[in-house]
């Protein structure tokens, strides 16, 4: 195993917890007011909860070379994290509905290209090194969201469901890597699984998106000039700068290990605020 990787015994624990959301006042345009900040991070949400299924169908394929015992613990707490991600996720979606979105005409498409086209060609060693590269992008987009205010401006309730979802991404950053470096440590598999990773997630995300955004400008919700010269002012929260070039640049080095970005404190403080830290 790399000699990066924690040793078995100071492997963190990765803990599953359920908490309640309630979105019943959720306006629709709930990030920042801003249709476009909104479509982007709804655009997001609608990949996790068939993502997540994928990156533990990924993971469980290699349960049994995962000879490590504190790695064996860690998987299993990944499994159940990324299972109610995608729970939660999906009850938020039930609000964009009832607001009047159409989300099943993406959701099919998109999961028959993904799960349907593209999972099965792909070998299980490059499914996941592909999970192990968006894991990575989730750990960063979660330390914006807890380090770098990206969701000062959302609304109450997803701040609650998306910083809760970022500590644990947080938590469980390390495992699909780790897992990887013990069924397939080589450094070419890891960079095509980034690359991968990459295009899947630019072109999956500009289309949730845009079909989000095509179903406001129908119903006489345009993006007005104002909305996007806020949104591009807001250049801290550059998506292309911040999650992609960063994600990048760091996955791109021969001895990355995603312990070397020390975020963990962040997951530790908001969880305790949150009344979610364990007992
Ligand atoms: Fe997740
Ligand atoms: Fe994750």
């Known amino acids: 195993m790399d000699g990066n990787a924690p040793s078995t015994s100071d492997r963190r624990a990765i803990p599953a917890r359920s908490p309640a959301f309630s979105y019943d006042d959720l306006p629709r ?97 490059h499914r996941l090194a592909v999970t192990a590269a968006l894991e990575h992008y989730t750990a960063i987009m979660a330390e914006g969201a807890l380090a770098h205010g990206t969701l000062d401006l959302a609304h109450p309730a997803m701040q609650a469901l998306l910083k809760w979802h970022a500590c644990e991404e947080i938590e469980h950053k390390a495992v699909a890597f780790d897992v990887l470096k013990a069924v397939d440590p080589s450094y070419a598999t890891r960079v095509w699984g980034m690359v991968t990773a990459t295009v899947g997630l630019v072109l999956f995300w500009a289309a949730s998106t845009g079909y989000l955004l095509r179903q406001d400008a129908k119903a006489g919700r345009p993006l007005s000039l104002r909305a ?26 021969r001895d990355f290990h995603p312990s070397q970005n020390d975020n963990y404190g962040l997951a530790e403080r908001y969880l305790a605020s949150a009344g979610l830290a364990p007992a």
């Open 29 to 125: 345009h709930w990030f920042a007011s801003n249709g476009m900040a909104t479509q982007m991070a709804n655009g997001v949400n609608l990949l996790f909860p068939s993502g997540e299924r994928f990156f533990i169908r990924s993971v469980k394929h290699f349960a049994d070379r995962i000879a490590d015992p504190g790695l064996r613990a860690q998987v299993q707490g990944f499994y159940q994290q990324e299972a109610r991600h995608g729970a939660a996720h999906q009850k938020q979606f039930e609000v964009l509905r009832a607001q009047g979105y159409d989300l099943d005409g993406f959701l099919r498409v998109y999961e028959r290209i993904a799960w349907g086209v593209l999972e099965p060609m792909f070998s299980p060693e």
């Open 228 to 253: 996007l010269r806020e949104f591009r002012q807001r250049r801290d929260q550059s998506v292309v700068r911040n999650v992609f070039v960063r994600g990048m640049r760091e996955y791109f080095r």
